[in-house]
């Protein structure tokens, strides 16, 4: 993850891939004041349904209520350990096919942070953040990459000084053969990248 711009006094936009998109992760960031740019973690889908199943946006989520409405719009109330089980209310569903393969119904779990997983789907969906995110989050992992290649995946000296030192001038390094590749140049007015 690194900051990549800011969005007010105190806040950063956050980049990330989807391995970092935890309902733990995004309510930190958002409590810490900073806007996660991070893509959701898929939906998961069941192998034994066809194609056209349902997933877990399909259903309506009352947060406040703590109840969950299925596509059949039968509504049941989320237990205290998140889980809402529909059971025997899925006997004789017409879309049963197309939502649950467990032959005792489907049960659905709502996680303690399902809310911001499920707005960041939405968001995404929409396309919030998705130009932000595919133009720089391939620079930040192309940058990770460069870091770290050619053995320096591990800290090479003892002590935290040598190692935060070689990682300075690493990234030094990195930083000037980026800009010559770019187009650095010298002429009689000093330092300039060429247009």
């Not at 998109?21 to 806007?35: K, Q, T």
């Not at 930040?140 to 800290?155: D, F, K, P, S, Y």
């Not at 935060?164 to 001038?169: E, F």
């Not at 690493?170 to 010559?180: D, S």
Request: charged residues 25%.
């Amino acid at each position: 993850m690194s900051p990549c711009s800011t969005i007010d006094t105190d806040g950063f936009d956050v980049l990330g891939d989807s391995a970092y998109g935890s309902g733990a992760v995004r309510a930190d960031l958002a409590e810490r004041g900073h806007r996660a740019v991070i893509k959701p973690w898929p939906t998961v889908r069941n192998p034994h349904l066809d194609d056209d199943q349902f997933h877990r946006d399909d259903f309506r989520i009352d947060y406040t209520a703590r109840t969950v409405t299925c596509p059949n719009d039968v509504t049941v109330t989320i237990a205290r350990r998140g889980t809402a089980t529909f059971g025997a209310r899925c006997t004789g569903c017409p879309l049963r096919s197309r939502c649950t393969a467990n032959r005792n119904g489907r049960l659905f779990h709502v996680s303690d942070h399902d809310q911001l997983l499920a707005a960041a789907r939405a968001d995404w969906r929409a396309g919030i953040n998705v130009d932000d995110y595919r133009q720089w989050r391939p620079m930040v992992e192309r940058t990770i990459a460069w870091l770290v290649a050619n053995g320096h995946r591990r800290v090479r000296y003892r002590g935290v000084e040598r190692n935060r030192h070689a990682l300075s001038v690493r990234a030094a390094v990195l930083n000037l053969r980026r800009l010559l590749n770019l187009g650095l140049t010298h002429n009689a007015t000093g330092w300039g990248l060429a247009t």
